[in-house]
């Protein structure tokens, strides 16, 4: 068990441009969490996973944003037409239920 | 929805110096309330958590309090050490009917520094 892995770690790209995240959870898991995180700032939530149901979004999730997870595993976060306040850090996190979940070192996207 | 505030947003000690950090959040029905520890390029990494039926945790040199009348809990760092310095989060949830919690609201963090 390597924890949750999260690629890439970095990402840069231009205004405008499409990019997406991967998240690989602790296998055994079943649910999956993303946050962003900007500097100075603590985690917001984004949405969660139980299995491959996406059981809650949040606000922070406009329609550019989407997040998949297909087949209960590994999941994706999408962002398309990046604008320049999308850059922060996305982190991904897994638990089991009850448990205390479990972050990942996060993919740090920078939008130019 | 929860909100929850962090003080200090730094906070700067010398090592063996005790470090207090405090938080307050806004729903009641919150009964989780974790607490997590940044070091640069990494994600959070959970320390300790508290849940509402006890007033107090205790795991070696960190200890958290909870005041649920108040509506605030404290992290206690005793007898810090250099590698103690890093971002610290609080952290709320509010429990789901069908059991666990479904997100954490993180106040905004103090960064701590512990000098030699």
């Known amino acids: 068990d390597t924890g949750v892995s999260q690629d890439p770690r970095h990402k840069i790209t231009k205004r405008g441009q499409n990019v997406t995240f991967r998240c690989d959870p602790i296998?055994?898991?079943?649910?999956l969490y993303w946050y962003r995180q900007t500097l100075g700032q603590g985690p917001e939530f984004l949405t969660y996973f139980q299995n491959e149901a996406q059981l809650e979004k949040s606000r922070l999730l406009s329609d550019r944003f989407s997040a998949e997870r297909p087949k209960g595993s590994f999941s994706t976060l999408e962002i398309q037409r990046t604008e320049q306040g999308d850059s922060a850090m996305y982190l991904c996190?897994?638990?089991?239920?009850?448990?205390?979940?479990?972050f990942g070192s996060g993919t740090r996207l920078t939008v130019v | 929805g929860e909100n929850v505030e962090q003080h200090p947003s730094t906070l700067s000690v010398q090592e063996g110096d005790s470090a207090v950090i405090k938080c307050t959040y806004s729903d009641s029905a919150s009964n989780y309330f974790p607490w997590y520890k940044q070091e640069l390029g990494k994600g959070p990494q959970l320390i300790i958590d508290i849940r509402s039926n006890v007033g107090e945790k205790k795991d070696q040199r960190i200890a958290v309090t909870l005041n649920k009348t108040a509506k605030h809990f404290s992290l206690h760092i005793t007898e810090t050490q250099p590698e103690d310095s890093a971002v610290y989060f609080c952290a709320a949830s509010t429990p789901q009917f069908s059991g666990g919690y479904n997100k954490l609201i993180f106040g905004a963090g103090t960064r701590l520094a512990v000098h030699p």
């Open positions: 996190a897994s638990s089991l239920p009850l448990h205390d979940p479990t």
């Open positions: 296998s055994e898991h079943n649910r």
